[in-house]
């Protein structure tokens, strides 16, 4: 049995009647993305690496059901090639006759995302037709960008790693992700390229201070199968982990490559007890659609959170979730036949403090979330985690929305919804300036047109949420049983 206790954040001013609680329970941590297999991430497509990280994504999660032989229950597999082939034809959009790839069409071509791109492209042909072309010419580039030491040279095309996540993107660690993409397209270890290249990253992590680009290099020294460097990689990133029970780092994207370190090519019961912890404060990360705030943490969290769970994955097991509270209690069953089902139920007592029990052996996943609903107010719609607001007035049909930052965001975002009968000539979200000022207005104006005559017109809801983490109040945890 294993007991925890759930403290969800809850928000202090709400409208009366308006918050509900709901708890969802997973048997897979991947469930989410399973379902939304074919759109997994809500991000716009204007950018060559989301688009080609929504790909990478769909190809994670269709390799994990294909290999744990789930994908034919999962019923999505249509879905996703059809995405497939949708983001393969936008991909080439950013191509450029030199075979490379840039992040903005007509941008500077980057070494980073032709890396990405080359080995995502590989990676889909089990699913839907790839031009081999493509690869080949996108191969030829990043090789010609190579210089005699076995270093690439970095041209455009920066991770998007925040400064809260502590890892500082350099040299190394863009040599060593280029070089893992031609690692997993299984290109020789004799190739003059992949030699030059693993000699080069040899020569640069002597003296590494960088745990970002250690955790890069142990991946890419393990997809080597050069045990020697990688164990000397992993003891540093070890002797400067979190230490919590075990090995624990602050961030997403180090903890991802660690996990992909360890289990790459091994996998041995010692690896997998030492990415455990990892792999749980990684999972207790996600938000509630089982993603990171930027495309990088998302894309490479989900490649290893989906080689972690082929890893650990059986065939026999069941367990009992009990979530409850002074005045509420509800109990999920979960087996192998409905690990991919998900549950939610609705929690009456919204006080904000949850016992958790699991009774049996296996995983579930644990997300409780806070949902705002106003839905007989012509009211905002309050579903960030980065913005809140102090109030809204509605004066001479105009609403005034007051709006605070709560902390540091990357994008807000304004959805709003239409009346019956009308239609608006433009799009239905725009984007407000992340650095929101006091005092200082920012004027939005929506010009609607009536189509025909509705009677009894019901409000609408307008959202204000930070693009990247459109959940607002929100708790996960991951409860481990083995027999």
Same mark, same amino acid.
């Given at each position: 049995?294993?007991?925890?206790?759930?403290?969800?954040?809850?928000?202090?001013?709400?409208?009366?009647?308006?918050?509900?609680?709901?708890?969802?329970?997973?048997?897979?941590?991947?469930?989410?993305?399973?379902?939304?297999?074919?759109?997994?991430?809500?991000?716009?497509?204007?950018?060559?690496?989301?688009?080609?990280?929504?790909?990478?994504?769909?190809?994670?999660?269709?390799?994990?059901?294909? !290999?744990? @032989? /789930?994908? *034919?229950?999962?019923?999505?597999?249509?879905? %996703?090639?059809? #995405?497939?082939?949708?983001?393969? =034809?936008?991909?080439?959009?950013?191509?450029?006759?030199?075979?490379?790839?840039?992040?903005?069409?007509?941008?500077?071509?980057?070494?980073?995302?032709?890396?990405?791109?080359?080995?995502?492209?590989?990676?889909?042909?089990?699913?839907?037709?790839?031009?081999?072309?493509?690869?080949?010419?996108?191969?030829?580039?990043? !090789?010609? @960008? /190579?210089? *005699?030491?076995?270093?690439?040279?970095?041209? %455009?095309?920066? #991770?998007?790693?925040?400064?809260? =996540?502590?890892?500082?993107?350099?040299?190394?660690?863009?040599?060593?992700?280029?070089?893992?993409?031609?690692?997993?397209?299984?290109?020789?270890?004799?190739?003059?390229?992949?030699?030059?290249?693993?000699?080069?990253?040899?020569?640069?992590?002597?003296?590494?201070?960088?745990?970002?680009?250690?955790?890069?290099?142990?991946?890419?020294?393990?997809?080597?199968?050069?045990?020697?460097?990688?164990?000397?990689?992993?003891?540093?990133?070890?002797?400067?982990?979190?230490?919590?029970?075990?090995?624990?780092?602050?961030?997403?994207?180090?903890?991802?490559?660690?996990?992909?370190?360890?289990?790459?090519?091994?996998?041995?019961?010692?690896?997998?007890?030492?990415?455990?912890?990892?792999?749980?404060?990684?999972?207790?990360?996600?938000?509630?659609?089982?993603?990171?705030?930027?495309?990088?943490?998302?894309?490479?969290?989900?490649?290893?959170?989906?080689?972690?769970?082929?890893?650990?994955?059986?065939?026999?097991?069941?367990?009992?979730?009990?979530?409850?509270?002074?005045?509420?209690?509800?109990?999920?069953?979960?087996?192998?036949?409905?690990?991919?089902?998900?549950?939610?139920?609705?929690?009456?007592?919204?006080?904000?403090?949850?016992?958790?029990?699991?009774?049996?052996?296996?995983?579930?996943?644990?997300?409780?979330?806070?949902?705002?609903?106003?839905?007989?107010?012509?009211?905002?719609?309050?579903?960030?985690?980065?913005?809140?607001?102090?109030?809204?007035?509605?004066?001479?049909?105009?609403?005034?929305?007051?709006?605070?930052?709560?902390?540091?965001?990357?994008?807000?975002?304004?959805?709003?919804?239409?009346?019956?009968?009308?239609?608006?000539?433009?799009?239905?979200?725009?984007?407000?300036?992340?650095?929101?000022?006091?005092?200082?207005?920012?004027?939005?104006?929506?010009?609607?047109?009536?189509?025909?005559?509705?009677?009894?017109?019901?409000?609408?809801?307008?959202?204000?949420?930070?693009?990247?983490?459109?959940?607002?109040?929100?708790?996960?945890?991951?409860?481990?049983?083995?027999?």
């Amino acid at each position: 049995v294993v007991r925890a206790v759930m403290d969800v954040e809850m928000p202090e001013v709400v409208v009366p009647g308006s918050l509900h609680i709901k708890v969802a329970v997973m048997g897979d941590v991947l469930n989410r993305l399973v379902h939304n297999l074919g759109e997994p991430l809500d991000f716009p497509y204007e950018n060559g690496d989301w688009n080609i990280a929504s790909m990478a994504m769909n190809i994670y999660v269709l390799n994990y059901l294909k !290999e744990t @032989q /789930q994908l *034919e229950h999962s019923m999505k597999e249509e879905e %996703a090639v059809n #995405f497939l082939k949708k983001a393969y =034809q936008t991909q080439l959009s950013f191509k450029d006759k030199s075979g490379a790839f840039s992040i903005f069409k007509s941008g500077p071509r980057s070494s980073w995302l032709t890396a990405l791109v080359m080995v995502t492209l590989y990676q889909a042909q089990p699913y839907i037709f790839i031009d081999e072309n493509v690869i080949n010419e996108a191969r030829k580039w990043l !090789e010609c @960008q /190579q210089r *005699e030491n076995g270093c690439f040279k970095v041209s %455009a095309g920066p #991770f998007h790693c925040l400064p809260p =996540q502590g890892c500082a993107i350099d040299e190394v660690a863009y040599n060593a992700f280029i070089l893992a993409a031609f690692l997993e397209m299984g290109v020789s270890l004799d190739d003059p390229v992949v030699k030059m290249g693993l000699c080069c990253l040899k020569e640069s992590i002597k003296d590494l201070q960088n745990p970002f680009a250690a955790a890069i290099s142990a991946w890419v020294f393990t997809l080597a199968k050069d045990m020697e460097p990688r164990a000397q990689l992993l003891h540093y990133l070890d002797t400067i982990a979190i230490k919590e029970e075990t090995s624990v780092f602050s961030s997403l994207l180090i903890s991802s490559y660690v996990i992909l370190a360890k289990l790459t090519v091994t996998g041995s019961p010692r690896d997998l007890r030492s990415a455990s912890h990892t792999f749980k404060w990684l999972v207790e990360h996600l938000n509630y659609y089982s993603t990171f705030s930027s495309t990088q943490d998302t894309m490479v969290a989900v490649k290893a959170i989906a080689l972690y769970s082929k890893c650990m994955h059986t065939r026999t097991w069941s367990s009992t979730v009990s979530i409850w509270s002074p005045n509420d209690k509800v109990v999920f069953q979960l087996t192998p036949h409905n690990k991919l089902l998900y549950q939610e139920m609705v929690l009456q007592d919204i006080n904000g403090k949850y016992s958790v029990k699991m009774k049996g052996t296996g995983c579930a996943l644990v997300q409780v979330c806070v949902h705002l609903s106003y839905d007989t107010y012509l009211f905002v719609l309050l579903t960030g985690s980065g913005v809140d607001v102090e109030h809204v007035d509605y004066k001479d049909n105009r609403v005034f929305v007051y709006v605070h930052k709560v902390r540091e965001i990357l994008r807000v975002q304004l959805r709003r919804a239409l009346f019956g009968g009308f239609f608006c000539p433009c799009f239905h979200c725009m984007s407000l300036p992340p650095q929101l000022h006091k005092n200082i207005p920012i004027i939005h104006k929506l010009h609607l047109v009536q189509e025909y005559f509705v009677f009894n017109n019901k409000a609408v809801n307008v959202l204000i949420y930070d693009y990247n983490n459109p959940g607002y109040f929100f708790r996960s945890l991951l409860l481990f049983q083995t027999a």
